[in-house]
């Protein structure tokens, strides 16, 4: 037993607290923040042009369009940033059959018109024009692997 003047490490941490553990906290942190407000959509069709100007106009196009279809009402400004992601033109064998891999573009929203877009999202099952569009919300590497075992271990349950 310890008496009253006396001192326990019970509860206490390693006096040698790692930095590397704190900074890849902090770090996990802000790449959730910096992704709060990003939809990452999937299966969309690549634009003919080469120029960045065009293929943003017409990637917000795209999104305007889409959320029309799922009965959404976002404004142009709504739309705060675009990227794709991956390389253009990028084929993949499948079946003897050569195919142009689809980018995937990742869109900075405002935080309402994330929330409306992902509520309304199961309707694109529905939609013959966006069947085969894919929205998920933007998750980082760590999220992502975390994802798949958990989908890897559901599906061994089932």
């Known amino acids: 037993t310890l008496g009253l003047g006396e001192s326990s490490n019970i509860g206490r941490s390693d ?6 553990v ?9 790449s959730r923040l910096d992704r709060k407000n990003n939809i990452v959509f999937y299966n969309v069709t690549e634009h003919d042009s080469n120029l960045k100007d065009d293929c943003v106009r017409k990637d917000i ?24 992601i991956g390389k253009k ?24 018109a994330k929330a409306k877009i ?3 999202a199961y309707k694109l099952s529905s939609s013959e024009r966006y069947k085969k569009i894919g ?3 933007d998750m980082s590497k760590e999220e992502r692997l975390k994802e798949a075992k958990l989908k890897k271990s559901a ?3 089932q």
């Open 15 to 20: 006096p040698v607290c790692t930095e590397t």
């Open 22 to 30: 704190v900074k890849q906290a902090a770090f996990e942190l802000q």
């Open 61 to 84: 196009e795209f999104i305007d369009n889409l959320c029309t279809d799922l009965g959404v009402e976002v404004q142009k400004d709504d739309v705060k940033n675009l990227k794709c």
């Open 89 to 112: 033109g990028q084929k993949k064998t499948i079946n003897n059959t050569e195919t142009v891999i689809p980018r995937i573009l990742i869109a900075t929203l405002t935080e309402e």
């Open 118 to 120: 992902m509520r309304n």
């Open 135 to 137: 929205i998920k919300h």
């Open 155 to 157: 599906k061994e349950k």
